[in-house]
């Protein structure tokens, strides 16, 4: 069973995430991102940077855990989510971009770099992703649930050909500069530009 198919451990992750939300990352998406685009957010936990995604695009959430799936459909029956794995990301549909706050810490290297394989497969060509993540090098591990920090360059490491970097940054959560974001944007195949795939909106 994982951390978050634990009802008291959802419940203690809720009271711990009080005042804190992702509306500056969404910004820094929104500088790069025509409003109406589609996004995905991966691990949306109790829904809270759906609210911001939902200003300007048209999100989708998802989670692993069922429990925080439940939880946002109750709260808001029209909300468009899905039940996913983070790291294989099993679903037919496409969208322009994908968002995630503080989640793909908890992959191990190998499983991150299955995560933006996946993501690639599922993003329009053009498509763009956004990701928050503990800045640092090293490796911690709390009640089960590992938390892999990152550089710009350590996470670049794990991309292969999948992606490009288009903006990187560091803010303030906790303390100075000990978070991460990174903006990419989804590779093209030789194939895919003579076929001419569908495109993110721009």
């Given at each position: 069973m994982g951390f978050f198919d634990s009802e008291q451990n959802v419940d203690a992750y809720v009271r711990m995430a009080e005042g804190f939300d992702g509306r500056e990352l969404v910004a820094v998406l929104e500088r790069h991102l025509p409003p109406g685009s589609?996004?995905?957010?991966?691990g949306m936990g109790p829904g809270k940077d759906l609210h911001w995604l939902g200003r300007l695009f048209r999100p989708t959430g998802s989670d692993k855990?069922?429990?925080?799936?439940?939880?946002?459909?109750?709260?808001?029956?029209?909300?468009?989510?899905?039940?996913?794995?983070?790291?294989?990301?099993?679903?037919?549909?496409?969208?322009?971009?994908?968002?995630?706050?503080?989640?793909?810490?908890?992959?191990?290297?190998?499983?991150?770099a299955r995560s933006l394989r996946a993501q690639r497969r599922i993003l329009r060509v053009g498509g763009l992703a956004l990701h928050a993540l503990w800045q640092g090098d090293r490796l911690e591990v709390h009640q089960g649930e590992r938390f892999q920090y990152y550089t710009a360059q350590t996470f670049?490491?794990?991309?292969?050909?999948?992606?490009?970097?288009?903006?990187?940054?560091?803010?303030?959560?906790?303390?100075?500069?000990?978070?991460?974001y990174v903006v990419l944007r989804r590779s093209v195949s030789g194939r895919e530009r003579l076929e001419g795939e569908p495109t993110a909106l721009r």
């Amino acid at each position: 069973m994982g951390f978050f198919d634990s009802e008291q451990n959802v419940d203690a992750y809720v009271r711990m995430a009080e005042g804190f939300d992702g509306r500056e990352l969404v910004a820094v998406l929104e500088r790069h991102l025509p409003p109406g685009s589609s996004v995905l957010e991966i691990g949306m936990g109790p829904g809270k940077d759906l609210h911001w995604l939902g200003r300007l695009f048209r999100p989708t959430g998802s989670d692993k855990s069922s429990l925080f799936v439940d939880r946002v459909r109750s709260a808001d029956p029209r909300a468009d989510v899905l039940s996913l794995d983070a790291i294989t990301l099993e679903t037919d549909r496409r969208f322009d971009a994908i968002y995630s706050n503080k989640v793909l810490h908890h992959l191990t290297p190998d499983e991150l770099a299955r995560s933006l394989r996946a993501q690639r497969r599922i993003l329009r060509v053009g498509g763009l992703a956004l990701h928050a993540l503990w800045q640092g090098d090293r490796l911690e591990v709390h009640q089960g649930e590992r938390f892999q920090y990152y550089t710009a360059q350590t996470f670049a490491d794990q991309m292969g050909e999948s992606f490009e970097i288009v903006e990187t940054g560091t803010y303030a959560e906790m303390a100075d500069d000990d978070s991460l974001y990174v903006v990419l944007r989804r590779s093209v195949s030789g194939r895919e530009r003579l076929e001419g795939e569908p495109t993110a909106l721009r």
